[in-house]
Nanobody
Framework: QVQLVESGGGLVQPGGSLRLSCAASGSIFSINAMGWYRQAPGKQRELVATIARADYTNYADSVKGRFTISRDNARNAVYLQMSSLKPEDTAVYYC?????????WGQGTQVTVSS
């Protein structure tokens, strides 16, 4: 089994920054990709950013230039640095890991952007 634990969410004013962290543990042999998704109230879960082998990254158009994803292979961890936050970034952010043909999810961390 694989467990993902997110941290770093909270309340921030528009234009502010937050850094999300996700640590994976358990039976992890080879990570194909890690990433972040988010789900706002009344909306479907959507991709925010992913990072795959060789540090290939992919971002949603709505966060390009504002968010940066990174990973620490030694710690099986992934991070999301969020800057210039907007109210529309408010959502529950979920960590995702793909390994051995399976996808795992964290429990989610709330990010609220409001003045």
């Amino acid at each position: 089994q694989v467990q993902l634990v997110e941290s770093g969410g909270g309340l921030v004013q528009p234009g502010g920054s937050l850094r999300l962290s996700c640590a994976a543990s358990g039976s992890i042999f080879s990570i194909n990709a890690m990433g972040w998704y988010r789900q706002a109230p009344g909306k479907q879960r959507e991709l925010v950013a992913t990072i795959a082998r060789a540090d290939y990254t992919n971002y949603a158009d709505s966060v390009k230039g504002r968010f940066t994803i990174s990973r620490d292979n030694a710690r099986n961890a992934v991070y999301l640095q969020m800057s210039s936050l907007k109210p529309e970034d408010t959502a529950v952010y979920y960590c995702n890991l793909v390994t051995s043909g399976r996808a795992y999810w964290g429990q989610g961390t709330q990010v609220t952007v409001s003045s």
